[in-house]
């Protein structure tokens, strides 16, 4: 299954064969998608079917879609003058558990601050809370620190990354820096060089420093099948430190850094060309397992049970 989202900046493309663009699509994927490294799957085999497929009257778009969704990465799009294709069925097997009204009203009571993507909150003098919804829309670093100000208040802290679907790496820096305590390498990025699957640049390391006011106290991360891409490698980076537990489900992966590409029909297709690699050059594509599992309980619908169990092991 896919869905697609409306997208209007796409033109109408020039007429094309349909044998031809898929041609185009699995040479462009075949040599400059960054992770097959990191995927049980078998490429070549996917182009027959999709011109199967065509030959039976298949629609062009949604057969070039199919034959990318054997790659099962979030960071693959097909943009059509129809839409933006997002890979709903993979999404799908990664269960939300973030609960927004759940959380404002029945932990934090409605008393928190937000600003942009953060919204943060000290519920009981002992501990404080803080949300990042994705990386895209991070606030100012002033507004970072009044509210890492006011977590020196607290003795403890739950990061809650549940349902953040990434955004861009140097916002994701930004808070990282918050919690580290000296300089360390916090991901290392691998650059396609093609044709082959595993002609790879050498890992280049990216460094974090500490940036004041942070946070060194004991940390739990909440984290879920739906925490992916920046906010997943956020979730690596944090495991790494001490005092610091991971809380809830497996994160749901993405560590490819995406960019797109025009095809010859106008459309245009995006995919990871960069590989990215945690502190210590362990592959991130499928998601960091966690401390402590801890699945919603329905049986509770005013308790967050993830919270609770943080709070637990904190």
Known sequence: MWMWLALACISEPPPSTGPALIDEVHELVDTRYALFVDKQVDWEAARQPALDALNEGADLQDTVVEMLDVLRDGHVNLATPGGVSTASAFLEERVPTWDEDLVQRHVLDFDFAQRGSVQW??????????????????????????????????????????????????????????????????????????????????????????????????????????????????????AERADTMLVGATTGGGAGSPTWHELSNGWELRFPTIRLTGPDRQPMEDGRAVDVMIAPDPGQPEVDVMIEAALDVL
């Open 121 to 238: 909150s000290i519920p009981d003098p002992s501990w404080a809370y803080l949300r990042v919804d994705d990386f895209s829309n991070l606030p100012t670093r002033e507004t970072l620190d009044l509210a890492f100000a006011e977590f020196a208040e607290a003795d403890r802290l739950i990061l809650d990354l549940r349902a953040n679907g990434g955004g861009r790496l140097e916002q994701a820096r930004t808070l990282l820096e918050r919690f580290v305590e000296g300089p360390l390498v916090g991901w290392h990025l691998e650059f396609s060089t093609g044709p082959g699957h595993e002609d790879l640049s050498e890992p280049a390391p990216r460094e974090l420093s500490p940036v004041t006011p942070g946070f060194e106290g004991p940390l739990a991360v909440l984290v879920d099948g739906r925490t992916y891409s920046a906010a997943n490698v956020v979730a690596f980076v944090l």
